[in-house]
């Protein structure tokens, strides 16, 4: 069946490093999402990636869309305390289904 | 932006018992849904409350157990029918805003026990 991994499950980074996780679909997807959940908090929609090959930038956030549609990053460089959270991606298969990724929690150490 | 609230924030129910869940939006949405969290796991798509019909379910969810109303374009409910320890979870809605396809706002989630 459809799933939507994402790599690494658990990232502790020093304040200041770079952070990078990795979603992939088994399947092409037709748009992918990307949510921040702080600890004890809901999803946060970010941005939203349609196109084959998109990147998108939010100030330290870069957001990529693989060429394929099957696989998406989010790179955050120069991390903060303020980035601390699970990051989600999220897409719609061609068959208009809708799957979360697993999420990748990132601790950012002082 | 829109307010998207949720009733009870938490609740700590007895097992064979139902819980209602309610979410309401200050502005007119096109998507609600309902999902489910456990602690430190990803969501899971419970079902899409459609408004004037039945919700559509996700595999592996039930209207029996999950009987899910939807009156109006701002306000939905989750029933938890039946309650068992394993339905402990965070029960998050989402919307969709016209014409914004496929970004979900989230509410503040319910957190449900079950003893």
């Known amino acids: 069946g459809q799933q939507v991994m994402q790599i690494p499950q658990y990232q502790h980074v020093q304040e200041g490093e770079d952070f990078t996780t990795y979603c992939n679909s088994s399947?092409?997807?037709?748009?992918i999402q990307w949510y921040k959940q702080r600890p004890g908090g809901h999803p946060v929609f970010l941005i939203q990636?349609?196109?084959?090959?998109e990147v998108k930038k939010q100030k330290r956030l870069t957001f990529q869309f693989g060429e394929a549609k099957k696989n998406s990053s989010l790179h955050i460089t120069a991390t903060q305390t303020t980035d601390v959270g699970t990051y989600f991606c999220a897409g719609t298969n061609t068959g208009n289904q809708f799957y979360f990724g697993t999420g990748t929690s990132l601790t950012v150490i002082p | 932006s829109a307010v998207i609230s949720q009733k009870p924030s938490r609740d700590i129910c007895q097992r064979g018992t139902s819980l209602t869940i309610q979410c309401q939006v200050d502005?007119?949405?096109?998507?609600m849904f309902w999902y489910r969290q456990q602690p430190g796991q990803s969501l899971t798509l419970i079902a899409t409350a459609n408004q004037g019909s039945e919700a559509t379910y996700e595999s592996g969810f039930v209207i029996d157990k999950f009987p899910i109303s939807r009156p109006n374009l701002t306000f939905s409910t989750l029933t938890v029918s039946n309650m068992s320890p394993e339905d402990s979870s965070i029960y998050l809605c989402?919307?969709?805003?016209?014409?914004?396809?496929?970004?979900?706002?989230f509410g503040p989630g319910t957190r449900l026990t079950v003893t």
């Open positions: 502005s007119q949405v096109t998507m």
């Open positions: 990636l349609v196109k084959s090959g």
């Open positions: 399947t092409t997807l037709s748009n």
């Open positions: 989402s919307v969709e805003f016209p014409g914004i396809y496929y970004e979900q706002y």
